[in-house]
């Protein structure tokens, strides 16, 4: 299980404290963890007096508007102007290079330049970071954060603190996914005492991630469409199941759900968000490893929670569960 050592701490703050302007290069789409603790190390790098420049392939996502500052992350757009600004890239929370390949395609130069990066999953497709912060034991990125700030002697304000809880939130589902620990309670109590408050974090997280009437009725739709086969609960969600809703993490809804129906121990979801597009989104109980199977489609993870995107090689979105259905059918019946 990697984990990082003191020599990279201290190569990893000799390259942040070398540069002048900084890009910190967010997955091409965002979650909870990745766009929390990006804003913990934007905010960070700023006080340090840097350049700082947030880039997603899409923007700003508005589900996390309740974090102070987060329409500041520009689309991709902005990289064209960036190359001969850039000292330093950051990547935080990037469970695979295929997760900024819309980024890498306007901006190639990006491989070219010194990189840093923290993290915390399992599984990342090869990319040559010159440091890697990366504890694969850690519940979220904003858990790591929270860790190294004091060993790098980086002040945690309350408005860190709260990011860096929030991270922690997402990742964990509010404190009811297997990877809630009583590290995570420890490093979350330790946050709060710093300032975060975690009941207003806790009202917003539930708030902006709520569903409207309209996303329940489809939510209620989609979830006739799962099947049970051999410990296995899957689905299958077509681009004309979701091509009129506004919210994209309505997939995950449904995965989060399934993952803990009676006698269920793995379970996925492969949806098609364009057409002839499909992704990949597997959830297990402790003692299984899904990662492996989404490793094995271009994509990774953790043990108990991974995805990937598919190629065009699958004609139809049932061509795709055959195929994923056969080694997760094995990983279940494991134990």
Known sequence: MKKYTKADLVKAQKLINGAKSILILAPDSQDGDSASAN???????????????????????????????????????????????????????????????????????ILNKPKIIFDHHQNRNKVLFNV????????????????IYPKLGWPITS???????????????????????????????????????PAKLSENFLTSNGMNKAELASFAKLLTKVKIKNHVAYAAINYSDIAGLTNSDMSHRVGDIIRYMQTVKVSFVVTEKMPKKFFLSMRCLDGFDVSKIAEAFGGGGHKVAAGAKFDESYSSIDQAIETVLRPTISEANKN
């Open 132 to 147: 890697e912060i990366a504890d694969e034991s850690a519940a979220a990125t904003g858990l790591l954060l929270a860790e």
């Open 159 to 197: 408005k860190i603190a709260t990011y860096m809880l929030a991270g922690i939130y997402s990742d964990t589902g509010s404190f009811t996914n297997l990877n809630t620990s009583q590290r995570v309670f420890e490093v979350s109590a330790n946050l709060a005492k710093l300032g975060a408050d």
């Open 39 to 109: 804003l913990a190390l934007k905010t960070t790098f700023e006080s340090m007096k840097k350049h700082v420049f947030w880039v997603s392939e899409k923007g700003a996502h508005p589900s996390f508007d309740y974090l102070e500052g987060n329409q500041s992350c520009a689309d991709r757009r902005a990289l064209r102007t960036l190359q001969d600004k850039i000292d330093l890239v950051v990547l935080a929370d990037l469970g695979g290079t295929t997760q900024i390949a819309k980024s890498l395609e306007s901006a190639p130069w």
